[in-house]
C-alpha cells in the first residue's frame, strides 16, 4: 500500500504561481510512476503530468512550459510547480502512484495509477 497526501493548492491571481506537494509513504516510492491529474467542475478528470522512477517527466499539452513535475526520493515527496495560472488551471488536482511499463498509452490512462490522494483545490481568479 502507498499512502498519498497532496499540499499546496489555494487561491492565485492569474499570472501567479503555486507548488503541490505530495508526500508518500508504504512501499518504496522511488520504484513508483508519480503524477498529477486534475478534475474541474463539470468536467472529466484528465493527466496533467508525470514523472517516471528514472525522472523521465511528461506533460499535457496546456501545461508545457508553465509547469515543472520533479520528485525527490529522499524525503518521498512529489511536487508540481505551477507558473503562470490560468482561469482553466482551477481544479482539485491528485496526486497519483502506478508501477506500469513506461509509454503514454499508459501515463494519461488514471487506471493504471492504484494509489490515489484526497486533492487540493486550486482556484486561479481572473
Known amino acids: 500500500q502507498v499512502q498519498l497526501a497532496e499540499s499546496g493548492g489555494g487561491l492565485v491571481q492569474a499570472g501567479g504561481s503555486l507548488r503541490l506537494s505530495c508526500a508518500a509513504s508504504?512501499?518504496?516510492?522511488?520504484?513508483?510512476?508519480m503524477g498529477w491529474f486534475r478534475q474541474a467542475p463539470g468536467k472529466e478528470r484528465e493527466f496533467v503530468s508525470v514523472i517516471s522512477w528514472d525522472r523521465l517527466s511528461t506533460y499535457t499539452d496546456s501545461v508545457k512550459g508553465r509547469f515543472t513535475i520533479s520528485r525527490d526520493n529522499v524525503k518521498n515527496t512529489l511536487y508540481l510547480q505551477m507558473n503562470s495560472l490560468k482561469p482553466e488551471d482551477t481544479a482539485v488536482y491528485y496526486c497519483?502512484?502506478?508501477?506500469?511499463?513506461?509509454?503514454?498509452?499508459?501515463?494519461?490512462?488514471?487506471?493504471?495509477?492504484?494509489?490515489w490522494g484526497q486533492g487540493t483545490q486550486v482556484t486561479v481568479s481572473s
Open positions: 497519483v502512484a502506478g508501477n506500469f511499463a513506461s509509454g503514454p498509452e499508459n501515463y494519461y490512462n488514471a487506471q493504471k495509477y492504484d494509489y
Open positions: 508504504g512501499r518504496p516510492f522511488s520504484t513508483y510512476t
